[in-house]
């Protein structure tokens, strides 16, 4: 079992959100799962990569159903639905992530529930994420690397929402303090996710740089809201020699 994985302790339906490496948090965590393992999304995503040895699957989301039913377990597997976009692949419904779950009897389904077009930061707009109603646990995921960097679309999906949300401007450098706001804040990535476990998870903390600013943004985030009693920090580069998966776990009071 993978060192994140172990750390985060999941089952039933988990959704990551947020920006900076949803697909890279979904990825470890299926990647050798001992669980009998869905991988899915409401929205568009890229299919799981070669070497987390997942067996994909892209049918019509009434297909996918069905073979999620007929197929043997415990195994790990990606349901995705046919796209015309390069590269690209579309989610199901809600309801039919919660159908799936249920017709497959798996003990873990992850769902990739929104997007951030390759940024490290964002605020969501009304009617994101896409969460199923079953949902047990929401992965708040957003990137260490983004701070110091300016308040602008070149690094953040959605600036001007940010701005608003934080009380910065646009073309702000952001602060530790900034990640804090949108983890906890109404309108935050939080959003939609009221009556379900929330986890955040601050990645991409590749170097001291971002383990110092990633640390006092998990520790300003503990104290704005008690929802949460942990704040992972992770760096999930394949192959980098100076990290484990998880490099910190800031827990209140310490």
């Known amino acids: 079992m993978s060192e994140l994985r172990s750390e985060l302790g999941l089952d ?3 959704a990551a959100v947020g920006a900076g490496g949803k697909k890279s948090v979904l990825n470890e965590i299926i990647a050798g799962s001992e669980q009998h393992t869905a991988w899915t ?3 568009f ?9 997942v ?3 892209i049918e019509t989301e009434d297909k996918l159903i069905e073979l999620a039913g007929q197929l043997p377990g415990p195994a790990q597997r990606a349901f995705l639905q046919p796209s015309d976009k390069p590269g690209r692949y579309g989610g199901l419904s809600p309801e039919g992530v919660e159908r799936l779950h249920k017709a497959g009897q798996f003990e873990l389904t992850l769902v990739k529930a929104d997007g951030a077009r390759m940024r490290g930061l964002k605020c969501p ?3 994101e994420p896409v969460l199923p109603e079953l949902t047990k646990t929401v992965l708040m995921i957003l990137s260490a690397q983004v701070i110091g960097k300016p308040l602008n679309d070149e690094f953040v999906h959605r600036a001007e929402r940010v701005a608003e949300l934080t009380g910065r401007r646009e073309g702000d450098l952001v602060t530790p303090e900034d990640l804090a706001v949108i983890f906890t804040a109404a309108g935050g990535i939080s959003q939609g996710s ?3 476990a929330i986890i955040p998870i601050i990645n991409q903390v590749d170097d001291d740089r971002s383990l110092e600013t990633a640390t006092e943004a998990a520790r300003l ?3 704005k809201s008690a929802r949460f009693d942990r704040v992972i920090l992770t760096c999930l580069h394949r192959g980098s020699s ?3 998966p998880v490099v910190d776990v800031i827990r209140r009071g310490t």
């Open 12 to 14: 039933g339906i988990v």
């Open 41 to 43: 999304g409401t929205v």
């Open 45 to 53: 995503s890229a299919r799981p990569p070669r070497w987390t040895e």
């Open 55 to 57: 067996d994909v699957h």
């Open 125 to 127: 707009r009304p009617g």
């Open 194 to 196: 009221e009556g379900k």
């Open 221 to 223: 985030a503990l104290a």
């Open 242 to 244: 100076h990290r484990t």
